[in-house]
Each structure stands twice: as C-alpha cells, then as structure tokens.
C-alpha cells in the first residue's frame, strides 16, 4: 500500500487536494515529501490523526498555492516547526487542533491571517458536516 501511494505523488503532478487522514503506519517518512515535491499543486492538505512531524511539514513550505491546512491532533508538531514552516504562507483556513506541544495564541499573532477553529468549552459539539474551505 505504501509504494501504491508514493506511485500516486509520483503521478499525479495536478493533485490539488490530499486528504491522508487516519492512514496510520501507511503513510511514513517520504511519502509527504514525494507529494511537496510533484503535486506543486496543491492547496488543501488533511494530515489529521498522523505522525507528521514539523521536518515533515517543512516540506509543504515550498507549496505556494496551499491555503488549506488541516493537522489535528498531530503529537509530533510543536509551535516553532508550524511558524518556520507555515509563517510565511497565505493560508486561509489552519487547523491545528488537538497538537499538544503547540501554543494556539503564538500560532494567532504569527499567521495571523489565517482562519483557526476555536476550542469550544462545554456544550453540546456541533455535529454538522465540514464545512467546504475552497
């Protein structure tokens, strides 16, 4: 499955959207890298639920259509490895939710046009679909 996947980064160059949610053990080290490197395309990224470290992001820095990025609940990502990488991007939606080693305010006053979701306090959860970002 893996090499099927990087046969995919690989092939399709006009890739515009990359939702690799939840793929666990599936998606390693260079897969992301071999997607930063041909779909030069791309401008939404899910990597929610993955072990996406911040030199795994580093590689999506070069990508100047991205306006999208979805990494929730990414244990590896700290605040430092999201603003080297993503500070100078034009994103328009972030999320990055649930990264325990990140600082959402220094993540606010460093990308501050991006659009981030605020943690809700108590309540009932909105259960409604996802909202379409582009």
Known sequence: MHGGLLNVGKACTKLEYLI???LGSILRGNALCIFAENCRNLNLIDTSYE??????LLSF????YLR???????????????????????????????CKQVDL??????????WMPVRREGG???????????
């Open 51 to 56: 072990q996406l470290s911040d030199n795994g």
């Open 20 to 22: 690799l949610r939840e």
């Open 68 to 98: 999208v990025l979805i990494a929730e609940s990414c244990p590896l990502l700290t605040t430092d490895g999201i603003v080297n990488s993503m500070g100078n991007k034009k994103l328009k939606h972030l999320n990055i939710l649930g």
């Open 105 to 114: 305010h220094a993540i606010q006053r460093s990308i501050p046009n991006s």
């Open 124 to 134: 009932r959860r909105n259960r409604r679909r996802r909202r379409e970002y582009v």
């Open 61 to 64: 820095s070069e990508l100047k």
